[in-house]
């Protein structure tokens, strides 16, 4: 799902940063953006709101002391590739290590970021979510949104980047419990907006609690019901 922001546009230059935190940028596309950092005071202050928004899931799991082998396979792979050394400091951020975020189902993606936060020293300065949804493509299992929950009743829907909606279109999210009848309706989203939203009038939020986004009418779906097809869907992660 990456994306060729406009560098004049707030919303983009977000997206930019934020797809650049979670790694999904191609080589080129990333080191194009390392090399703006220095210079670009707006885009650092972006990847820097990135970087505190996921860091909290460094708690999702103990740090790890990789073997004696390991980095020498690193090296090896890293020439095999031509990659060249010594790597920048930009280069060196700890999402860049994780490139194959884009393949993972929801539940997949939460665990590869913990696995690879936990590595590094850097200590959250907010509270760890108590769970994690991250929201991908059907098809291309492309991350598109996150969801972050601190209790079980308020959850907070952060887009990864700017999704593409037909203008006689509006994308409208769900919710289901493993339990209930049928999925709920959280409303419309706006592509590329951050939605902060109180569950005071649903259950408490569980683990592996679906949520999803459909391509629905202006106005939202006429049923009550999810009737478009699915643009991005995920299951809920509980993390502490």
Same mark, same amino acid.
């Given at each position: 799902?990456?994306?060729?922001?406009?560098?004049?546009?707030?919303?983009?230059?977000?997206?930019?940063?934020?797809?650049?935190?979670?790694?999904?940028?191609?080589?080129?596309?990333?080191?194009?953006?390392?090399?703006?950092?220095?210079?670009?005071?707006?885009?650092?202050?972006?990847?820097?709101?990135?970087?505190?928004?996921?860091?909290?899931?460094?708690?999702?799991?103990?740090?790890?002391?990789?073997?004696?082998?390991?980095?020498?396979?690193?090296?090896?792979?890293?020439?095999?590739?031509?990659?060249?050394?010594?790597?920048?400091?930009?280069?060196?951020?700890?999402?860049?290590?994780? *490139?194959?975020?884009? &393949? !993972?189902?929801?539940? +997949?993606?939460?665990?590869? %970021?913990? $696995?690879?936060?936990?590595?590094?020293? /850097?200590?959250?300065?907010?509270?760890?979510?108590?769970?994690?949804?991250?929201?991908?493509?059907?098809?291309?299992?492309?991350?598109?949104?996150?969801?972050?929950?601190?209790?079980?009743?308020?959850?907070?829907?952060?887009?990864?980047?700017?999704?593409?909606?037909?203008?006689?279109?509006?994308?409208?999210?769900?919710?289901?419990?493993?339990?209930?009848?049928? *999925?709920?309706?959280? &409303? !419309?989203?706006?592509? +590329?907006?951050?939605?902060? %939203?109180? $569950?005071?009038?649903?259950?408490?939020? /569980?683990?592996?609690?679906?949520?999803?986004?459909?391509?629905?009418?202006?106005?939202?779906?006429?049923?009550?019901?999810?009737?478009?097809?699915?643009?991005?869907?995920?299951?809920?992660?509980?993390?502490?």
């Amino acid at each position: 799902m990456t994306s060729t922001p406009d560098n004049s546009d707030p919303t983009d230059l977000d997206a930019l940063a934020g797809e650049y935190v979670l790694g999904t940028l191609n080589g080129q596309q990333r080191r194009a953006l390392e090399q703006r950092l220095p210079h670009e005071a707006d885009l650092q202050a972006a990847v820097d709101r990135w970087e505190a928004r996921l860091l909290p899931l460094n708690d999702l799991a103990p740090a790890q002391q990789p073997s004696e082998r390991l980095w020498p396979r690193i090296e090896r792979s890293l020439n095999a590739l031509n990659v060249p050394a010594p790597p920048t400091q930009a280069s060196t951020r700890w999402w860049n290590l994780l *490139p194959l975020w884009r &393949g !993972l189902t929801a539940a +997949g993606l939460a665990a590869t %970021l913990a $696995l690879g936060t936990a590595l590094w020293s /850097a200590t959250p300065a907010i509270s760890p979510p108590a769970y994690v949804v991250v929201l991908v493509a059907p098809h291309s299992q492309a991350p598109g949104w996150v969801i972050q929950a601190n209790d079980r009743e308020h959850i907070q829907l952060i887009p990864l980047g700017v999704a593409q909606v037909p203008g006689d279109k509006a994308l409208e999210f769900w919710t289901k419990g493993d339990d209930w009848t049928g *999925p709920v309706s959280l &409303g !419309l989203v706006k592509p +590329g907006q951050v939605l902060s %939203l109180p $569950l005071d009038r649903l259950p408490p939020l /569980a683990p592996n609690q679906l949520f999803e986004l459909t391509l629905e009418g202006p106005n939202g779906s006429t049923t009550g019901k999810p009737t478009g097809p699915i643009q991005f869907i995920g299951r809920a992660v509980k993390v502490i």
